[in-house]
């Protein structure tokens, strides 16, 4: 097998900081998941892996919705419940798709799940 389903893993919340990561990195490159929930996310060797990129789409005049959607729905798919703040990290985030702004959400929800 290529990787284990994190959803078969314990703990799966602790694998969300470095999926949003990897998502990033996704976006950096100018491409969008689609459908990046907790199903679709393997760990290879300690690493975090997305697969099943059947609904991905290519960067284009809408990358602000793409990415924010990216994110609410892994987000989601982690039971991550999305409050104002969150939001606001989110549209930040896909306003300017930086490590920085990534790096901001992240810090937020572990503010909150903390």
């Known amino acids: 097998p290529v990787g284990i389903p994190i959803s078969k893993c314990e703990r799966t919340l602790s694998y969300l900081p470095e999926a949003l990561r990897v998502l990033s990195k996704i976006h950096l490159n100018e491409v969008y ?44 798919s ?6 104002h703040e969150l939001q606001g990290k989110i549209d930040q985030y896909a306003e300017d798709e930086t490590e920085r702004k990534i790096d901001e959400l992240i810090a937020a929800i572990t503010d909150k799940h903390q």
């Open 78 to 83: 982690f039971e991550v419940k999305l409050n």
């Open 33 to 76: 998941h689609g459908d990046p929930r907790v199903q679709n996310i393997l760990l290879c060797k300690d690493k975090i892996r997305f697969c099943d990129f059947r609904d991905f789409d290519f960067a284009g005049i809408d990358n602000r919705i793409k990415a924010a959607l990216d994110i609410e729905i892994l987000l989601s």
